[in-house]
Nanobody, 121 residues
């Protein structure tokens, strides 16, 4: 059974850092473009960042540029989202999703259940 499992969320103070992990099982994630999404209560889901299957191309939401870094470790079948300089407005439920294409921007084929990130003092 193919699945994605996120981890690494939690409570952090403003200005702090977290690293989210998206571990895949049943699929070889290096063949999938992988995207991190987030959704805060009462708001629409937002595309946070995407990495192409090759890892060469990455993109970010304007609100996260310069603070978040997406990367992949094919040996661990995992995609990461390093989040630095966190702000209260980053508080949301974060999901990863994989699309069985090389490039970003396509509808995901698999979703994880997500991990909660709360930024608060």
């Amino acid at each position: 059974q193919s699945q994605l499992k996120e981890s690494g969320g939690g409570l952090v103070q403003p200005g702090g850092s977290l690293r989210l992990s998206c571990a895949a099982s049943g699929i070889t994630l290096q063949y999938y473009a992988t995207t991190w999404f987030r959704q805060a209560p009462g708001e629409e889901r937002e595309r946070v960042s995407c990495i192409s299957s090759s890892g060469v191309i990455t993109n970010y939401a304007d609100s996260t540029k310069g603070r978040f870094i997406i990367s992949r470790d094919n040996a661990k079948n995992t995609v990461y989202l390093q989040m630095n300089s966190l702000k209260p407005e980053d508080t949301a439920h974060y999901h990863c999703a994989a699309s069985m294409v090389a490039a970003c921007g396509y509808a995901p084929d698999f979703w994880g259940q997500g991990t909660q990130v709360t930024v608060s003092s």
